[in-house]
């Protein structure tokens, strides 16, 4: 049977080129896919300061979720003052060296990180010239600053500058990396804004102990420490690569599901199309005597076949796709440029084994009931098709159209990031139901057209419209894959869109202040923020800090259910001055008293509490607590989900700077004058029109990233419909030479198909349309309140120009090529 497998597919090479490409697709999008995910669970940074430390030990960095990842902190958890003694006491430790980290700038507003000299050791940095730093002045840096011992550099710490003495020259025993810069235990300390404690250990083994055991047994010995070895140093040395791989984790999981379902959903349509058009043969097999099981085998081992050569050679350049998307990912600030993406095994045969077992399940739904009919049955429904549906298909397409409109409008009751999660993916349910329903709607889009076209047609549209009739599946066929393309694409490029729009009108109508003030480099100090409320031009000077927290809102009764969301840290006084959050009820003056919290009115909402009420969550620094509501407002998706005191904040951050402040000049006083006040003092000054369209740009560089991922989904999806329908097009040339025979021109056969393609394509573009309507108002709700989603014209024209130009372009050249003399299917 093997053999005659491969003879058929010998004979039909023609329509299994179809098939090959399809899952070679299939296979190339999912390898991508597999790769991204594996990144976000191994891949990272590499150690740089830290890189000769054997062992990296540190605080829990993630809080554990019951049946799921761990939820990473975005703050470092500190360590106690005596852990690097305990740490020392464990058998096999040479030396144990406790690390702080300070952000520094210098003038020119480079970022630099700054540590103690006792923790050179651990790259290993050594003097080549000069000496250690002693004093709160002094400073080792390496050779990238042009610098000798004795000179002095000005470097800033929180906006406020200060003068080192350069006291030595040093160079690590591996060169690269980021610049050095040393402070003396002292200087480092006099900046580290958390007392005695430290931020990580390096543990440099002796000679008698393998890292991994050394690891191993600091765990045991010592208490709520977690450690690292090899490439996972990076992971606690740059807290940034740990929270790029949860967010690349997070965002590929979430595309590759799309991905997945549409791969599998197009390879099936193909698959199912390959079947159809060789129900003939199928149905002569049966009459010569071959048994449906015979029969359905030898499918199965033509898909075997065919599929498993394409999904191994379409893995390949999968890799080179994930890739693509890695820059991209970078370009877009998602993870660092030094972030190596995993490139394992494991992604490609994932890929292979999906590839293989969605075709072969499409093959044996497709081929089941044709190699089930008796020979003369086959053979009558060889020549045409019933637009007529099963119950169990009608019913299940029914069944998911409707699942789709009741999950498209959820976020009318579920508020927040849930509902907005579950509106975004109801196009899938909406596409899938059509799917099924595909022949029905082209036999209700027939009974629409054919008033059209008048009593008396021309010859090439009267066999359009029977064409049409007689092969509704076939037309679903192609209708269905580019309706995907623009529903799909329409939900996933204008959602960030409308949440983009509402965020920038928040953030415009809630920013008071005539300016935001920045210090280069770094963030501002408490004592930068008096300093600048004290200047004669200003009225109110607010500092805003942000980070992250995480709240467990036991989302839909799931167990446990932590989420994030962005805090922001204000002082409360005379803030009506500088920001405006669109307070409802109570007021931010509260938030003066201690363990106060104020929350956008979609959290609240989403965590059942109001004014009054406790809520419970974790600061990014992994400190639990439970603070009284004292306002909801309404600009949480400009400004953050939670806000409470700035100080309260501050002592959470890793750096304990603010990320910037919000002024307000005084009655009187001329802006400008202000502004040059503020540009004395070293700061960046930005008026409040510059201030909104930053804080766009930065969204729209993170939408950036979601748009590129789209597009090359959509790429996939547009390359398999070309196929799927050049395929169906060349399968009819026994069809369009019968009609030739019979007296039509060329012209009129080209004609024909040209008025089949722009029945499909008018039907796609509108089914596409009316598909993806549901779920960019449900999106638009969760985000606004209002059904009324940010679509760009110019963006959906290209979706449906791009659509019509793949629907036009295939079959008319399939129809040339099909027509040619020399043509061989």
Known sequence: MWSFAKESIRHHRGGFAGVFVAVFLCAA??????????????????????????????????????????????????????????????????????????????????????????SAVLAPYTLTSGEEPRTVNEVVVDGSFGVSPGDRLALSHGGEPSEYTVSGIAEAEKPGGAPAVFLSSAGAAALWPHGDTYATVGVIADESVAPKELAADIEAGVDGVVTYTGDRRGDVEDLDGSAARSTLLLLSGSLAGVALMTAVFVTAGTLSLSILARRREFAMLRAVGAGSGQTLGMI???????????????????????????????????????????????????????SVAAAVGASLVSARGTVRMSPTTALRESVTEAAGLGRGRKMSGLVLLAAGFVAAILPLAIPGTGGLAIAASSVLLLI?????????????????????????????????????????????????????????????????????????????????????????GSGISADLAEEVSSLPAVDTATPVAHSAVLADLRFLGTEDGLESYGIQGVDPRNLDSTLDLGVGDGGLDGLSEPETVALSVDLARE????????????????????????????????????????????????????????????????????ADQLEDLGLTVVDRESAGAAGAADRKAQSWVNIVAMLVLLGYVGLSVVNSLVMATARRRPELMLLRSLGASDRQLRRMTGAESLLLVVAAVVLGTVLAIPPLMGIAVNVSGLPMPTIQPLVYLAIAGAAAAIGFGSVAVATRAALRPEARV
């Open 300 to 354: 199965i081992r033509e898909v075997l076949l065919v599929s498993g050569a394409a999904a191994v050679l379409g893995a390949a350049p999968g890799f080179g796709l994930a890739y693509f998307l890695g820059a991209q990912f970078t370009a877009g600030g998602v993870i660092p440029e030094d972030f190596a993406l995993a490139y394992g095994p494991l992604p490609a045969l994932a890929a292979v084994a999906l």
């Open 29 to 118: 999008l999912i390898t991508a896919m597999g790769v991204l995910i594996e990144s976000g669970l191994r891949g990272g940074t590499a150690a740089d300061k830290l890189r000769g430390a054997d062992v990296v030990v540190g605080a829990p960095q993630s809080l554990p979720v019951v049946e799921d990842m761990d939820a990473p902190l975005s703050e470092r958890v500190l360590l106690p003052e005596n852990a690097a003694s305990r740490i020392a006491d464990v058998p096999g430790v040479e030396q144990a060296v406790g690390t702080v980290t300070v952000p520094l700038a210098d003038d020119a507003g480079r970022s630099l990180s700054a540590s103690a000299w006792d």
């Open 607 to 674: 965590s059942g509490v109001g004014v009054g009420d406790q809520f419970a969550f974790h600061y990014g620094d992994g400190t639990e607590t439970s603070a009284v509501v004292v306002a909801t407002y309404s600009r949480g998706l400009g400004f953050g989900d939670v806000t409470v005191a700035n100080d309260t904040l501050l002592q959470h951050t890793t750096a304990g700077l603010n990320d910037y402040l919000l002024v307000s000049a005084a009655p009187g006083t001329n802006g400008t004058a202000m």
């Open 432 to 520: 899938i139901g059509a799917g099924m329903l595909g022949p029905w709607i082209v036999a209700g889009v027939l009974r629409l057209v054919k008033p059209l076209l008048g009593r008396n047609p021309s010859a090439s549209l009267s066999l359009a419209e029977a064409n049409a009739s007689a092969f509704p599946r076939r037309l679903a066929g192609g209708i269905i894959p580019l309706a995907l393309a623009i529903a799909l694409g329409s939900v996933q490029l204008f959602m960030p869109t409308t949440v983009e729009t509402e965020a920038e009108r928040q953030s415009r109508d809630g920013m008071v202040a005539d300016y935001m003030v920045t210090a280069p």
